[in-house]
């Protein structure tokens, strides 16, 4: 939880199924007898009725032989990997005779509720970039997503907490750390040990040049006193170290109680630096790397 002068505690068809009977004949001809005539027609009769009865049996077999096509059977079945997601764990569906997807090519999708909706283009996303989208909870934590977009693949990703000690002597004791990670590397996802980053991590991942990472993100937070009760002052950074000092970060931070961003490390006239989102109870900046560090000032959220 947050603290007076101190640091904030952890948060963050079917296909339907057809009635295919069998499509059998039943073609029983039924031949009346007939009550005169006399032997050589009654002989008649029953020669007739053995050869029909013959070419009954014949079409039986033949249409045994070759049966009409189940239209439910001849459809390829569609394997899935996984349950649909709303915010589950997914992969996409795929037909047993399609290529595996390659990695790079899509984002595993991971658990959780992102903390907004994305935006359709951008760093991150559609351009090498990281956009990153924090919310605060009660606790003074933040539920953070972070999209990465860099310019070539890697096998290393270096991740590590945001010197949030650069914002001022207030966050000089803050022990940020990232919890709760979950993280997707093009088409897979990879465990973090313990789930936890709270120092400078090498993790090694496929080789990709596309990642996702969900987690909780505390003790980055102190109380604002003397000020409206409930005041707070937190400092957010990327935890991806994108490996270009100018490569763009967007910060997103949403929620109804966000007041505004500070960037403390550009110059002074420039640091009351965020905008409200149109329509959406958020504000957004757009960093290089190097400078992307921003503290929210905001109130916390009720429990």
Known sequence: MAKHAGVGGPTFPPTPIRDHSARTSSNRPKHAASGGGGIPRVVGVAVLAVVAGLAAATFV???GLNPLPDRAAAEAPVASAG???TGSTTAATQSPTSAPATVGSVLARLTGRPPAA???AGPGLTQPG???IASPASDGSFDVLERIRLTSPVTV?????APVARAGHQFGSA???ATEIQIGAGAETVAVPGAKIDGSTNLPVPASDQFELRY???DVTVRSTPSTAGRALAVIGPLTDGGDDDLPVLFVVTGDTILGLYCPLLPLTQQSCGSRVQDEPSVERELPWRLALTSVQFNLPPA
């Open 61 to 63: 077999i033949i249409s």
């Open 83 to 85: 349950p649909a997601e």
């Open 118 to 120: 994305l935006p359709q």
């Open 130 to 132: 990281i956009l990153l």
């Open 157 to 161: 990703l270096t991740l590590r907490p």
């Open 175 to 177: 022990s940020a750390a």
């Open 216 to 218: 909780r993100l505390t």
